[in-house]
């Protein structure tokens, strides 16, 4: 079935530094969304791309869908400590199951 | 308006024993999804339901099972527990149009933290 990579799998910064994620999918997505688990926490949706290409921001976020909507990444500017967590892409299989990546742990050195 | 309630937040069970967790989803969302989390394999769908009907499974023993209730509230049942299966399990409320047209996310509640011993 349809799998979906995220690399990488840790990734520890200096604050203020940036941070990238990448995710991958084995087949041609209708659309890529984005969370975000904070320790101890639960998975929280931050966004959801759907065009070929499509770029959104949310304030440091940069969220990029590709042309093939077979890979997205998520780009942090400039990172915080309230940024720390892991974030997760999900692509749809099917029209009623949500598959997530393995995630990427973000720690931050304050 | 309330979020996912998710019930209980903690479970200490013992092998062979079985377990049912609650998830009441948002109110007007007729979806409830279901999710196992652990440390080594992320998060791994279990099953989808939809106004009482089960959607999709994913690929679970058949001591994973789960139903939904007229209210959309949904509970899961492990029976014959085993060690492997301590884990965080996770709910999510959609409005059930489908993951492809989901453009609000999932909503996911707090977990029930399953440690069998």
């Known amino acids: 079935g349809q799998q979906v990579m995220q690399i990488p799998q840790y990734q520890h910064v200096q604050e203020g530094e940036d941070f990238t994620t990448y995710c991958n999918s084995s087949t041609t997505l209708s659309n890529i969304q984005w969370y975000k688990q904070r320790p101890g926490g639960h998975p929280v949706f931050l966004i959801q791309?759907?065009?070929?290409?499509e770029v959104k921001k949310q304030k440091r976020l940069t969220f990029q869908f590709g042309e093939a909507k077979k890979n997205s990444s998520l780009h942090i500017t400039a990172t915080q400590t309230t940024d720390v967590g892991t974030y997760f892409c999900?692509?749809?299989?099917?029209?009623?199951?949500?598959?997530f990546g393995q995630g990427t742990r973000l720690t931050i050195n304050p | 308006k309330a979020g996912v309630t998710q019930t209980p937040r903690y479970l200490i069970k013992t092998r062979g024993q079985q377990v049912t967790l609650s998830c009441s989803p948002i109110?007007?969302?007729?979806?409830v999804s279901w999710y196992q989390q652990t440390p080594g394999q992320g998060l791994q769908f279990l099953f989808e339901y939809f106004s009482e009907t089960q959607r999709n499974k994913g690929n679970f023993p058949g001591r994973f099972s789960g139903r939904q209730f007229s209210n959309s509230r949904s509970e899961m049942n492990v029976s014959t527990l085993e060690l492997g299966d301590s884990a965080l399990y996770l709910c999510a409320s959609s409005s059930g149009q489908g993951a492809r047209v989901t453009f609000n996310g999932y909503t996911f509640g707090s977990g029930t933290r399953l440690t069998v011993v």
């Open positions: 109110s007007g969302h007729r979806s």
């Open positions: 999900a692509g749809p299989q099917g029209a009623q199951k949500l598959v």
């Open positions: 791309l759907v065009k070929s290409g």
